[in-house]
């Protein structure tokens, strides 16, 4: 009979169990041993081979059409990168960079001639690359990006150029050593106009490793975390580039030297432009969650066999039967399976939607808010994870501390989380608003106050005092919950901002006074939308032992995200005193449910020993 291990692995798994297998096994080969990651000249080099290794399994192009040597499988490229994450966060960085920014951004920007040309090469790692967007000085402001890239119609040729010292392309993974060529993001100059941020793929270094005249490349050097990814920083001094080597699905430079373009909006034309690379922000949520389940499953097994006091004359108890290491542990756990629900359900969205325009500007959103939800999640699991593994957590051997340096940059990778949030806010005040084609700000903010339904309904006297435990244990009570708190924060935001606006602030101003009262909206946003995708995924499930353990997680996971936020209940009048000590006891009751199945549930993510590797998850050494 199959353990209540194997039978959550399958969901978790589901249909992409073959690939998943496939790339457990590679991991598991003696060349994927582990190297000292602070020796990092050698390390970036173990990197590349184990990249080269993926790469000839088909598992870099496997995202790629059949065309090109892929299989046409976005999802399957996801579920690769967030496999291969269990083994080393460097190398999912620098697969990310090459098979994903790269790759991708030469797929999705540009045309028929830059596949047939590119794609093979990239997807086998012939050619190394880079994708080089953001500046020393614009970081999330790629609009306000400085590099240029001229045209002259006279030789059907590009001027790329940095023309001040902010403007050099900062961060840019790959670059020191092994990238041969670059998407780099300039703006596209016709005469003397600025046409806007366009993309452009310009060559860095010859076959031999050479670096082209005209471009200077600095290494980066140590970092915090992932030194086997070679960032640098890139210099473009008048570099000259052949006209097809701007990719141009939405921009071209007709016959005439003239510019055109499907897509005559400029601002709806760079936003379509990102879009279409918005993948970067499915992979590194998935990759982050992979890291927290991992440190999750050794700070757990660890306490399941680790002993510490107990009763006088008694035997020492295992540290995960204290109340205080449930309550520090488990509620992550709950959090782990919920996102990774919640990320599968918007990996699944986002690939089934490609192509949709208007499917797809709300799942960027999404992605966006997603990728901040999960990442600052794996910051403060990890985090909670060393401190619950007391000093052997801080060996590196352990790999605990590994994990949070290499996954701490991860909160600024593809977007700092505090911008995405923001953006995530803008976004849930458009869902309100029928069409938003030609946006103006204020008359969102407008309509939100003036005209949405937003069902805060006149809160019951009754609801607000139910301790029972049908009431603290029903997902009715948690979905109401998570989506009063959310419509209330976006109602007053928009409150707030047209306040300032009716005293004749401007819209950016107004905005930035009112950006913390954001921040809670797209948080509990995210929150319910990750509750919602537990809830969903659990009425699927069949079998009884199964769906019993994963709705005391959901429960656990609600019940301690509303204690989070329990000071915003309280003030609201949502809940009263005696609710919230409810609340908290019955987050503790549940928990203790929890801790029986707790083995199982971190065995169920089956990450390989030789992965898993902290001697700690083994063997607690008497």
Excluded at 29 to 34: H, L, S
Excluded at 299 to 318: S, T
Excluded at 338 to 359: C, D, I, N, T
């Amino acid at each position: 009979m199959d353990t209540l291990a194997q039978k959550v692995n399958r969901i978790l798994e589901g249909d992409h169990a073959e690939i998943i297998a496939k790339v457990k096994e590679v991991l598991s080969r003696p060349e994927f041993a582990y190297e000292n990651p602070y020796d990092y000249q050698n390390f970036r080099e173990t990197v590349l081979k184990w990249c080269k290794i993926l790469a000839d399994e088909g598992m870099g192009s496997i995202g790629y059409p059949e065309a090109y040597g892929g299989k046409g499988d976005l999802h399957r490229y996801f579920t690769v990168m967030e496999t291969i994450s269990y083994h080393d966060l460097s190398l999912v960085i620098k697969f990310g960079v090459q098979f994903g920014l790269w790759g991708m951004s030469v797929l999705n920007l540009g045309t028929e001639k830059h596949h047939q040309k590119y794609m093979k090469a990239i997807g086998s790692l012939e050619l190394p690359g880079s994708f080089a967007m953001t500046e020393t000085s614009h970081g999330s402001n790629v609009r306000g990006i400085r590099t240029t890239a001229t045209y002259h119609h006279e030789n059907q040729s590009f001027t790329v150029h940095t023309p001040v010292e902010g403007a050099r392309k900062t961060y840019i993974g790959n670059a020191a050593l092994h990238a041969q060529a670059a998407t780099v993001f300039a703006k596209l100059i016709i005469g003397e106009e600025d046409y806007g941020v366009c993309a452009f793929i310009v060559p860095l270094r010859d076959k031999d490793g050479t670096i082209l005249p005209g471009v200077r490349i600095e290494d980066c050097g140590m970092k915090m975390g992932l030194n086997g990814v070679d960032n640098g920083r890139i210099w473009f001094d008048q570099v000259n580039i052949p006209k097809e080597n701007l990719l141009d699905r939405f921009v071209q430079i007709d016959e005439h030297g003239n510019f055109q373009t499907p897509i005559p909006n400029r601002g709806r034309r760079f936003f379509t432009m990102l879009g279409t690379l918005v993948g970067g922000r499915i992979g590194i949520p998935k990759s982050a969650l992979s890291a927290a389940k991992t440190g999750l499953t050794i700070a757990i097994k660890y306490a399941n066999h680790r002993r510490q006091f107990g009763p006088k004359d008694g035997k020492e108890v295992l540290i995960l039967d204290y109340q205080t290491h449930q309550k520090r542990l488990l509620p992550l756990l709950a959090k782990a399976y919920a996102l990774h629900f919640s990320l599968e359900k918007l990996a699944r969205g986002f690939v089934s939607h490609q192509g949709q325009p208007e499917e797809m500007i709300r799942y960027e959103g999404l992605a966006a808010g997603l990728k901040a939800y999960a990442t600052w999640n794996t910051t403060k699991t990890l985090q909670e994870c060393r401190e619950a593994c007391g000093g052997k957590g801080f060996l590196s051997e352990n790999r605990i501390g590994i994990l949070k340096n290499d996954s701490d940059i991860y909160t600024t990778f593809e977007g700092d989380n505090t911008v995405l949030m923001l953006l995530v806010a803008k976004s849930r005040l458009t869902h309100y608003k029928e069409t938003y084609k030609d946006l103006d700000f204020s008359d969102v903010v407008n309509y939100v106050v003036n005209e949405a339904i937003i069902n805060i309904t006149e809160l019951n006297p009754i609801t607000i005092r139910d301790t029972s435990d049908s009431h603290l244990l029903d997902f009715e009570f948690y979905m109401d919950a998570f989506t009063y708190r959310e419509n209330s924060i976006l109602k007053s935001a928009a409150r707030r901002v047209k306040s300032y606006l009716s005293d004749g602030m401007d819209a950016f101003d107004a905005f930035n006074r009112c950006s913390n009262h954001f921040i809670n909206l797209g948080k509990s946003y995210v929150e319910r939308i990750v509750l919602r995708d537990f809830i969903e995924a659990i009425g699927k499930i069949e079998d009884t032992a199964v769906k019993a353990s994963l709705t005391r997680l959901c429960q656990l996971y609600a019940l301690s995200t509303i204690e989070e936020n329990k000071g915003w209940y309280l003030e609201q009048d949502y809940i009263v005193g005696n609710k919230s000590k409810a609340i908290r006891n019955m987050s503790v009751q549940i928990g203790k449910e929890v801790r029986k199945d707790a083995l199982d549930l971190v065995n169920a993510f089956q990450i390989p020993d030789s992965c898993l590797s902290a001697p700690i998850a083994f063997s607690a050494l008497g």
